[in-house]
């Protein structure tokens, strides 16, 4: 399957910024079951394009001239194989994965919740991993506008409500604490039902030498659908956009994303 995608981000400020830097990681590797074809990434300033400490390619934009909106696009094409199971990813070592993090830390109901469906380290079956990931959105049914993107998997928890960002930090605070390396994965979804933005996240755990996909809000478990921009150990370090500036007063922001088949 080939898709087109096109991502816009819009940033707006009721003053004008003197200075920014903004780290954009929007370009997408060629790997596992999806090959880049073509891609563009357009935004005014400076750029530089280089690889993080994860293996993303992320883009530095610095602009030394006042401004009052930034425009960012990301576009282009991508073609997916639907039949992989999963993915061979050597790029650093999973064991990489097991530290938690200020977003991935879990807390005591959190363990006796997963402590049910999860055991130590790699005995852990992916058909429980499964069972886990179908209760946790029922304990923390898909809710937007309730959480945000500084929430932790604790808060979140406690909540009982979140969205892609916070199923997937609940996740992998809960593997991370019994010993099983998983990651945050930030990207794209191709899914008819609309009722999730297109710009999405999951996990993904590692086991026997491959990473398996787990999109907890959508009860996905294949690679079939899903399109990866960036991994890391949480949202901070797959982030599409990260960022400073001088100046600017207060920010909105608006995002539209459309993935489409061709």
Known sequence: MRLHINHQTVYRYDEPVYQSIQYVRMMPPTM???RVQSWQLSAPGQKLTQQDGFGNWWTTLS??????DLIIISQGYIDLEETVLSIEDNRVAPELYLLATDYTTA???MIAFAIQYIREGHLSPLSQLHEFAEAL???MPYTPGKTGVSTTAIEAFELGHGVCQDHTHVFLACLRHFGIPCRYVSGYLHIANESHLASHAWAEVWSAGSWYCFDISNQLFTPSQHV???VGRDYLDAAPVRGMRKGGGNESMTALVQVLPI
């Open 228 to 230: 990866q921009i960036a």
């Open 63 to 68: 602009m030394s001239q006042p401004h009052e």
């Open 32 to 34: 596992g079951n999806q």
């Open 137 to 139: 959105v029922e304990k």
């Open 107 to 109: 807390s005591d109901p």
